[in-house]
Nanobody, 123 residues
């Protein structure tokens, strides 16, 4: 069974970079035709889709965060990662990785989620 697990520092200072890794087990991140998602939840903005990397490595990002966001993958390790630059306290949220069953609509069909990890942006 496919499982996802977020990992990374839980505390990031303002202006620095938030970096998280999603470890995938039970299935390959290169398997047709899945898309691999980062999403976050905070009291101020609710549930917010951040971006995607597809089974073939194509990326797309939320327009509001595109300038600060990078999603990448390490296929030998079966990991994909999130990098969010120049963070502020408004970036404090629970960050989730997830799998979409449709790379054509990577904001939907989020059938498998990690447990989430809280990242606090504070000095």
């Amino acid at each position: 069974q496919v499982q996802l697990q977020e990992s990374g520092p839980g505390l990031v200072k303002p202006s620095q970079t938030l970096s998280l890794t999603c470890s995938v087990s039970g299935g390959s991140i290169t398997t047709n035709y899945y898309a691999w998602i980062w999403i976050r939840q905070s009291p101020g903005k609710g549930l917010e889709w951040l971006g995607v990397i597809t089974y073939d490595g194509e990326t797309n990002y939320s327009p509001s965060l595109k300038s600060r966001t990078t999603i990448s993958r390490d296929t030998p390790k079966n990991h994909f990662s999130l990098r969010l630059d120049s963070v502020t306290p408004e970036d404090t949220a629970v960050y989730y990785c997830a799998r979409s069953s449709s790379w054509l609509t990577p904001d939907r069909y989020l059938e498998i989620w990690g447990q989430g990890t809280l990242v606090t942006v504070s000095s």
